[in-house]
């Protein structure tokens, strides 16, 4: 009866009395946005982190679903109640494409997992330019008169026209705004003097800024970019001043996060936070943290939450006063 007892006893210690929750089949990664852009860049990447490092044992696959300006993907997340076998990754037309489309969606019908980081936006111009700086940039526009100067961007009613307002309110100035489908066509567009100024992320003008055919005059962040490994001959990121820097008092950054479906378990929740923070801890990740210049801000919890209510504030102010937002 002894032996028994202390067998016994011994199972009782190594077998948990809650198993931790993780995925019993694939697990479908959905990009609101097309292929090759930032948050497809960035959903790949984890992908591969994750069957890299095995850090999980069902497949983690990825889905483009950029219909509605994203709408379709957030949709699928929205409609799947209770399915801890979905993610989505997201950017800041979590905001914008409701506020633009009216689409019945909105952030809270899904579970924030994490804020993985802020993508940053640079105020771009042609090398060849007379402009050193984002001062006397704006003040040649300012002077030149209303929709003199063209700033192109990515998408219409998204993050590149809504940086767009938010310097001609604060700088009194006003540009004839060019969408362009993505951020490569973008920058090609300013190397052949199409346009005066762009609005790009670093990832996308990093080649062109290099190859000493753009200049950087801002950052639309608080603090500088932390990088200072040189790109070009003379300048890392880091040496970017920030807009505010420059006199021009307007910042944006824009979200790469990742949600669940809504009405999930805790502990489904538990398993993608910590599944993410070790694909945070890889040098794959912090690698690509660097190349592209990001501001590595993570947030879980209630502080993502409260992140997340304040910034579609923002975002649904900066659409209004732009007359943006869907009648």
């Not at 997340?77 to 494409?97: E, Q, Y």
């Not at 993608?272 to 801000?297: C, H, I, S």
Request: hydrophobic share 45%; net charge positive.
């Amino acid at each position: 009866m002894a032996a028994a007892a202390v067998s016994l006893g011994l199972l009782a210690v190594v077998t948990p009395a809650h198993a931790a929750w993780e995925p019993t089949k694939a697990v479908e990664f959905v990009v609101p946005a097309g292929t090759g852009g930032g948050a497809d860049q960035m959903a790949r990447l984890i992908q591969g982190i994750v069957i890299k490092h095995k850090l999980m044992k069902e497949p983690l696959i990825v889905v483009n679903k950029s219909g509605g300006a994203g709408a379709e993907g957030f949709l699928e997340i929205k409609g799947a109640k209770g399915d801890p076998h979905k993610i989505v990754v997201t950017l800041s037309n979590l905001f914008t494409t409701p506020l633009a489309t009216g689409v019945p969606f909105n952030w809270r019908d899904m579970t924030p997992v994490a804020m993985m980081a802020l993508d940053q936006f640079v105020l771009w111009v042609n090398a060849e330019s007379p402009y050193k700086n984002a001062k006397d940039y704006l003040a040649a526009v300012k002077a030149a008169g209303p929709s003199k100067f063209k700033m192109g961007g990515t998408g219409s009613k998204q993050e590149d026209q809504i940086i767009t307002v938010g310097i001609e309110q604060a700088t009194g100035t006003k540009f004839i705004y060019v969408p362009f489908k993505g951020g490569g066509e973008v920058a090609v567009q300013l190397v052949g003097k199409h346009l005066d100024s762009t609005v790009n992320n670093p990832i996308e003008a990093v080649a062109q800024w290099r190859a000493g055919q753009l200049r950087a005059l801002c950052v639309f962040d608080d603090v500088r970019m932390p990088y200072k490994a040189k790109v070009t001959d003379t300048m890392a990121w880091g040496d970017i001043p920030t807009c505010k820097e420059a006199g021009v008092p307007t910042d944006y950054t824009m979200l790469r996060g990742i949600f669940m479906p809504p009405s999930v378990t805790k502990d489904q929740i538990d398993f993608y936070v910590n599944l993410l923070r070790k694909v945070r801890e890889t040098p794959e990740w912090k690698d690509y943290m660097e190349k592209g210049a990001f501001n590595q801000t993570v947030m879980i919890g209630d502080d993502f939450t409260k992140w997340l209510g304040t910034a579609e504030n923002r975002h649904r102010d900066l659409m209004k006063q732009a007359g943006f937002i869907a009648k």
